[in-house]
């Protein structure tokens, strides 16, 4: 057993507060692999922003929970060699059970989500609970969710979202004592948020998405006042990205996101923590698929992965000082 205290990693408690009272939210980026780890810590050195490097079930399957933990140690390090002791949150993303939550708690991660949303109420109350007492004994702060989001997330797939009940939030957060509410306003996890029939067009003709439930997210707030939420599904799906992949053989459709003056206003908001995984996907694509498109000869992993890996800086950059704001806030 290691406690996340002893890895140089911090909970979400003082970020968020500070967070809503700055009116900025904190990144919370997916990480698999060690590029893009470097990219996130490169990246928020540089713009001295907090980061939460989050780990989902399918980043444990995939990389081994040991070693990403050592990894998000190495983070901590590598930040300060970097010229900067960032706060560096340790995260795991939608966790489904208390036995996978307990894991990650006693091998150093400083933060969990238990999603319960896909239960009914009842057992969503239950098991949230379950989580906070647990890891609140290890000083770990638990996010957990209320309302589902439309979308992909491991191997739960729902087609339609159900929108936070604002009459629930209430006696959610008093019943379960999470430290966080992650909540359904119309984001949905991965690049294709919308369908074409759902947007309308400008002048020149570009799609524009609905937009986010500002309503449902402005009552909730009336309802727990200073209590910090959390936006999941808020990745932007930058046009550019997609053009690149389509340009050099890939085959993405109707990919459509979260315009990013929509994100502005709801990092101003209680909104304090925003999860971005899909725009790091299709940054580290175009670059891999534009060095194997237009450089064939090339077979050294460190020729695309390093393009790749720039490209992610890039984007992260740009999310923590244009659009989540939490630049300089480290
Ligand atoms: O919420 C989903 C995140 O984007 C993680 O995706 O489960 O495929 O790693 P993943
Ligand atoms: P995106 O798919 O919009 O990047 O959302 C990621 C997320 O919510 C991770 O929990
Ligand atoms: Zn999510």
């Known amino acids: 057993m290691v406690h996340y205290s002893e890895l140089g ?13 700055g009116k900025y939210a904190i990144p ?4 698999n692999n060690m590029e893009q780890m470097q990219a996130i810590i490169a990246a928020c050195v540089e713009t001295e922003s907090p980061v939460i490097l989050q780990v989902s079930s399918g980043a444990r399957k995939y990389a081994n929970q040991t070693l990403l933990r ?3 140690q190495g983070a901590v390090e590598y930040a300060k060699e970097l010229g900067k002791n960032i706060p560096v949150v340790l995260h795991l993303d939608h966790g489904d059970s208390f036995e996978l939550c307990k894991s990650c708690i006693d091998s150093g991660f400083s933060s969990v989500m238990i999603d319960g949303s896909h239960f009914s109420y009842e057992e969503n109350i239950a098991l949230t609970k379950q989580v906070v007492e647990y890891a609140h004994a290890h000083g770990v702060s638990v996010e957990g969710e209320l309302g589902v989001l439309a979308g992909v997330e491991d191997d739960v797939v729902a087609e339609h979202h159900t929108y936070t009940r604002p009459e629930e939030v209430v006696d959610f957060v008093t019943r379960t004592g999470v430290d966080s509410l992650a909540i359904s306003i119309g984001t949905s996890h ?8 759902q947007c309308t067009r400008d002048e020149n003709g570009i799609l524009i998405p609905p937009p986010l ?4 997210l402005e009552e909730i707030e009336k309802q727990i006042p200073g209590f910090p939420i959390v936006l999941h599904g808020a990745s932007s799906v930058p046009q550019e ?3 690149t992949i389509n340009k050099y053989g890939g085959a993405l459709k109707d990919s459509i996101g979260i315009p990013e003056e929509q994100l502005r206003r709801a990092a101003s908001s209680a909104v304090c923590k925003i999860n971005i995984d899909s725009d790091g996907r299709l940054a580290m694509t175009a670059a891999v698929r534009e ?10 992993p460190r020729k695309y992965l390093g393009p790749a890996r720039d490209e992610l800086k890039k984007l992260y950059s740009h999310k923590t ?8 806030k480290a």
């Open 9 to 21: 990693l911090v909970n979400t408690n003082e970020l968020f507060k500070k967070a809503i009272e």
């Open 28 to 31: 919370a980026f997916n990480f």
């Open 70 to 72: 050592y990894m998000a």
């Open 190 to 197: 991965g690049a294709n948020k919308f369908t074409p029939a």
């Open 213 to 216: 439930r500002f309503d449902i």
């Open 241 to 243: 990205y997609v053009a």
């Open 291 to 300: 060095v194997m498109a237009t450089k064939p000869g090339e077979f050294d």
């Open 321 to 328: 000082v244009n659009v989540l704001g939490s630049a300089g």
